[in-house]
Structures are given as C-alpha cells and as structure tokens.
C-alpha cells in the first residue's frame, strides 16, 4: 500500500534539527524510542524514506551522545549527533582522499546525505528563522526550510506534521521568476 502523500507531494528525505548535545543527551532510552517511532510514523506516512535528526549547533557539552537509529514502516529514522556541519564536510573529503575516490560534488554530496541516498527534500528547523544551524552547510543547498519555534524537548510529532503541511501548500519554482 503506498503512503498518501501530503497534498500530493512526496517527501523523500527529511531533516529535523534542533536541541542542544546537552538537551539531547537528558533524554532517556524510552524517550529517544518513543520520539524517533513517533517522528518516524509521520514522516512514513507522507512516503518519506529517511528522516534525519540533527542538533542545531556546536555547544560547549562534554556528552558524548551515541547515534540512535529506528525503521519505522519504510522510513529510516537516524538521529545523528553531529553538531558541526563544517567539520562533518571536511571529515568527508578526507574520507574520500583517504580511500582514493575522486573527489566530485556527487561523491561528497553522497557521503553528507548519507544514510538517505537524496538530498533532503525539506529541513525543519527549531529555533526562529532569524540564524541557520550551523550543523548543517551542505545540506541546506537545494532543501525547503521550514521554522518551528519550539524547544528540542517538547517537540511532538503534531508539530512535524504542520512542517510537512506547510511543506505541501508552497509554491515552488525552481529558480523560475514569475
């Protein structure tokens, strides 16, 4: 059965960012499952296949959070707590060099999506619209933003799914003026 899209748009790959290291790291096992089921759950049901969690920013946090990751129907859910989106990009290319690959714009942009095998679709980001988060460089490229002005700690899965609506009633023109 295939999922019903928003509105008719497919969302494929999915970025959620927010919290702090810190804010991540107070939450328990049984949180970190219920919250990425309940992400998970709303980002399958609009067809996505990789959803994405990300803190907003480096902090000063000496926690050491471990990757976290669910399938929920056909969505891969992955929070990933790297918090330096510039020294995720450098660790790539050294990858890279470190393996002998060419270094392109589609070998690095394969390794940044990674585990998703597209660019995101859409970004949500939890904080106001007033700065980027600094863990994300590449990916904020080709992607839509959406802000949700909500702390880490209270997100729910409600509010995913108004970003996604809101995702679904834009207008896009791809560069076209009109």
Wanted: charged share 20%; glycine share 6%; net charge negative.
């Amino acid at each position: 059965m295939t999922p019903e899209p928003v509105d008719q748009v497919l969302l494929h790959h999915v970025i959620v960012v927010g919290g702090s290291l810190t804010e991540w790291a107070s939450l328990t096992e049984d949180q970190w499952s219920t919250r990425l089921t309940d992400m998970g759950k709303v980002a399958d049901h609009v067809g996505a296949q990789w959803l994405i969690l990300r803190p907003y920013g480096p902090d000063q946090s000496a926690h050491a959070v471990p990757e976290r990751s669910a399938r929920v129907g056909n969505c891969l859910v992955v929070a990933q707590p790297d918090t330096d989106g510039r020294r995720r990009l450098a660790r790539v290319i050294a990858g890279l060099q470190q393996r002998g690959a060419f270094i392109s714009e589609a070998a690095i942009d394969a390794e940044m999506n990674a585990p998703a095998q597209v660019d995101p679709d859409l970004v949500v980001v939890l904080a106001p619209s007033r700065r980027m988060p600094p863990s994300l460089v590449w990916e904020l490229a080709y992607s839509e933003l959406v802000f949700v002005d909500s702390p880490w700690l209270h997100l729910a899965a409600q509010q995913l799914d108004e970003a996604m609506a809101s995702y679904a009633h834009r207008h896009r023109r791809f560069g076209g003026v009109d």
